[in-house]
T-cell receptor
Framework: EAAVTQSPRNKVTVTGGNVTLSCRQT?????MYWYRQDTGHGLRLIHY???????QIGDVPDGYKATRTTQEDFFLLLELASPSQTSLYFC???????????????FGSGTRLTVL | GDSVTQTEGQVALSEEDFLTIHCNYS??????LFWYVQYPGEGPQLLFR?????EKGSSRGFEATYDKGTTSFHLRKASVQESDSAVYYC?????????????FGLGTTLQVQP
């Protein structure tokens, strides 16, 4: 089973602060994703990537940047954090190229971000 | 665009009750359909998936049948346990956009009382 590790587990920052959320997957999946989870909104896609150096815009990208430095590592950047970005963030990876596990997302345990 | 609708936001049951969570979708072609489960403090994890009309997915006593005619993928379990308390998400693959991403419903919180 794919392993997806997120850090930190919890983060508190102030309005205007600079935050980086990290994600590493160890199954050599090509696709990686950042979602946010909020009550009443479910899981919403922020950014995703097809591979190292690639970045695609998701459904709620405003206020977020992302960077995929390697096959394994995907970062989410909040350069001027706002209280509206207080949320639970999940990283996920998938193979998406074919086979039995294609299109199945494997999620990390999440990062809870609070912006004061 | 493609979408997923889960009718129930919250479901409260007692142990051994029958569970149904309704999921309807709107998409072109044949998306793959998924049920994910999220336990407290964890990320969502795959419960099962189905890729073709009339295909049944199942795991841990839960099951759902892909129905293209009614565009549905309802989750059912004959006898729930307290340990089934979790959030359940229905999702579909974005085949039309060929992005590899999943489109999720809003989720259903299941609370099972002993």
């Amino acid at each position: 089973e794919a392993a997806v590790t997120q850090s930190p587990r919890n983060k508190v920052t102030v309005t205007g602060g600079n935050v980086t959320l990290s994600c590493r997957q160890t199954n050599s999946h090509n696709y990686m994703y950042w979602y946010r989870q909020d009550t009443g909104h479910g899981l919403r896609l922020i950014h995703y990537s097809y591979g190292a150096g690639n970045l695609q815009i998701g459904d709620v990208p405003d206020g977020y940047k992302a960077t995929r430095t390697t096959q394994e590592d995907f970062f989410l950047l909040l350069e001027l954090a706002s209280p509206s970005q207080t949320s639970l963030y999940f990283c996920a990876s998938s193979d998406a190229l074919g086979g039995v596990s294609a299109e199945t997302l494997y999620f990390g345990s999440g990062t809870r971000l609070t912006v004061l | 665009g493609d979408s997923v609708t889960q009718t129930e936001g919250q479901v409260a049951l007692s142990e051994e009750d029958f569970l149904t969570i309704h999921c309807n979708y709107s998409a072109s072609g044949y998306p793959t359909l998924f049920w994910y489960v999220q336990y407290p403090g964890e990320g969502p994890q795959l419960l099962f998936r189905a890729s073709r009309d009339k295909e049944k997915g199942s795991s841990r006593g839960f099951e759902a049948t892909y129905d293209k005619g009614t565009t549905s993928f309802h989750l059912r379990k004959a006898s729930v346990q307290e340990s089934d308390s979790a959030v359940y998400y229905c999702a579909l693959s974005d085949r039309a956009g060929n992005t590899g991403k999943l489109i999720f419903g809003l989720g259903t919180t299941l609370q099972v009382q002993p």
